[in-house]
Nanobody, 127 residues
């Protein structure tokens, strides 16, 4: 079990910024890798950003150049800095964990690769 707690969501206008945080707790696993996903109303959950098995950051095409993923090793926390937000970035943002290591780049943004999910934090971008 890995309990993931997301925070940092909110409502902003287009062009604004937000920083999301994912803090794991109550983990029975010593090794796992985290990533960010999002789900807009009426749409499937999609990968946003993650870290692959080589340590590289992987981004969805729709967020490249605007979003930056980072991690804090001491807490094994993951962050998502979102800049130049657009209305189409609106959705529930989820943190997910894969056991025990990061996935190959091909699978980093696939929901099926992840074992545990947080409850999500809402991001709303108005035009």
């Amino acid at each position: 079990q890995v309990r993931l707690v997301e925070s940092g969501g909110g409502s902003v206008q287009a062009g604004g910024s937000l920083r999301l945080s994912c803090v794991p707790s109550d983990s029975t696993y010593h090794s796992y890798c985290l990533a960010w996903f999002r789900q807009a109303p009426g749409k499937e959950r999609e990968g946003v950003a993650g870290i692959d098995s080589s340590g590289r950051a992987i981004y969805a095409d729709s967020v490249k150049g605007r979003f930056t993923i980072s991690k804090e090793n001491a807490l094994n926390s993951l962050y998502l800095q979102m800049e130049s937000l657009k209305p189409e970035d609106t959705g529930m943002y989820y943190c997910a964990a894969i056991i025990p290591t990061c996935a190959h780049a091909t699978y980093v943004l696939r929901t099926s690769a992840y074992n545990f999910w947080g409850q999500g934090t809402q991001v709303t971008v108005s035009s």
